[in-house]
């Protein structure tokens, strides 16, 4: 399996900020995953980023609050805007790496917004 | 769309025995693909195991095993000689048709607790 870091780990954020996540992954992968976990929940998907291409979003999460990056094979961007209580979640990113009998994920960002 | 009911919120289970944890799915997709992971304390995602529609044996994979039972549209975890380790959430995921572009749906998880 890939190695695929996350940065930050962990942050606590202000209300009405932003914070960028950054997904690593030291292989090329087409597909990256972003998805949501809110506190005692599952988890769910908040856009699939192609490289080379608009993201895709799921129902319920639209571009302005989370706008994506993928500007190259290797690393993707997640930020969440004009962060309030309700986006307190662990994040993590999953990148598609060719097999469709696997799917790993990052170790996740755990974020708090105070 | 794809959706999967996993309907064990929670569970106790002596250590060394084994522990059925059940999943059942609903998609109109022919083929697909079946995942369990299991999410400790720390929060990672660890896969386990997969399972695809068209797999006509049960995957494997050491300790843990799925028990696939197509027409009945589950796919159970089954966990053999269950340590303290095991303690953990455990979700049933899957993905439709489109492979690797498509991401996984989960279920709501099921949180296991290995007793001494």
């Known amino acids: 399996s890939a190695v695929i870091s996350q940065k930050p780990s962990r942050d606590i954020c202000q209300r009405g900020t932003s914070l960028t996540i950054q997904c690593q992954v030291d292989?090329?992968?087409?597909?990256m995953f972003w998805y949501r976990q809110q506190p005692g929940q599952s988890l769910t998907l908040i856009a699939t980023?192609?490289?080379?291409?608009?993201?895709?979003?799921e129902s319920g999460f639209v571009i302005d609050k989370f706008p994506i990056s993928r500007p190259n094979l290797t690393f993707s961007t997640l930020t969440v805007s004009n962060m309030s209580p309700e986006d307190s979640s662990i994040y993590l990113c999953?990148?598609?790496?060719?097999?469709?009998?696997?799917?790993?994920f990052g170790p996740g960002t755990r974020l708090t917004v105070l | 769309a794809q959706k999967i009911t996993q309907t064990q919120p929670g569970m106790f289970v002596q250590e060394k025995e084994a522990v059925t944890l059940d999943c059942t799915y609903d998609?109109?997709?022919?083929?697909?693909?079946l995942f369990w992971y299991k999410q400790p304390s720390s929060g990672e995602m660890i896969f386990l195991i997969y399972?695809?529609?068209?797999?006509?044996q049960n995957a494997t994979e050491g300790r843990y095993s799925l028990n696939f039972q197509k027409a009945r549209k589950s796919a159970n975890l089954v966990i053999s000689a269950s340590q303290l380790g095991d303690s953990a959430m455990y979700f049933c995921?899957?993905?439709?048709?489109?492979?690797?572009?498509?991401?996984?749906?989960f279920g709501k998880g099921t949180h296991l607790i290995i007793q001494p």
């Open positions: 998609t109109s997709d022919q083929s697909y693909g």
């Open positions: 399972q695809g529609s068209y797999d006509e």
């Open positions: 995921a899957m993905r439709g048709s489109g492979g690797g572009a498509d991401g996984l749906t």
């Open positions: 292989s090329q992968v087409t597909m």
């Open positions: 999953s990148p598609g790496l060719g097999g469709h009998n696997e799917q790993f």
């Open positions: 980023a192609n490289q080379g291409s608009e993201a895709t979003y």
